[in-house]
């Protein structure tokens, strides 16, 4: 009788790729604050929110409210709203989710320049819009309402509960 030895068998290259890119796939990657800077300005400018124009209509994140059949007014009204670059961006706990904030200054229209130059007004606070993304950046989504950025700074501010490194100025 003709005794059966098995050889081990080698899985094939191929398959040993796949397994390693989907265990790498399913490990979460957290943004620095560089890169969430980065998905941030992307996001704002390719949704219409500053001076280039919307990278694709259909595509666009709409706000609370906002309906794909106003679809022209939205990118008019969101046209060349906020600065470019941001100002500030740290991490912060939100429902108790960590998300990244991202903040923009709104740009300062030609009356209110006229009314701060006649007025000598200066104030406390600029005003702006808010970015916020999940800690990977899969999910991101321009906040409904308005911040308040301290006039006296930009990106060198530390709350207690939230952690931010300086940013440069726009």
């Known amino acids: 009788m003709h005794q059966i030895v098995m050889k081990p068998v080698l899985l094939p290259p191929i398959i040993f790729i796949l397994l390693v890119t989907s265990v790498l796939a399913q490990r979460k990657v957290v943004l620095n604050q560089e890169q969430a800077v980065a998905f941030a300005e992307k996001f704002a400018a390719e949704n219409g929110y500053t001076a280039q124009k919307p990278i694709k209509r259909k595509k666009l994140f709409l706000e609370d409210g906002e309906k794909f059949s106003d679809i022209t007014n939205i990118i008019a009204r969101r046209s060349n709203s906020i600065e470019p670059r941001a100002v500030f961006a740290l991490t912060k706990e939100v429902n108790g989710q960590s998300v ?67 940013l440069r100025k726009p």
């Open 100 to 166: 990244w904030s991202v903040w923009f200054l709104f740009i300062e229209q030609d009356y209110e320049k006229q009314r701060r130059e006649i007025d000598k007004i200066w104030t406390v606070f600029d005003f702006g819009r808010e970015v916020r993304m999940t800690p990977d950046g899969r999910k991101i989504w321009m906040q409904r309402e308005t911040v308040e950025v301290p006039a006296h700074f930009y990106g060198d501010c530390t709350g207690e509960d939230e952690k931010s490194e300086p």
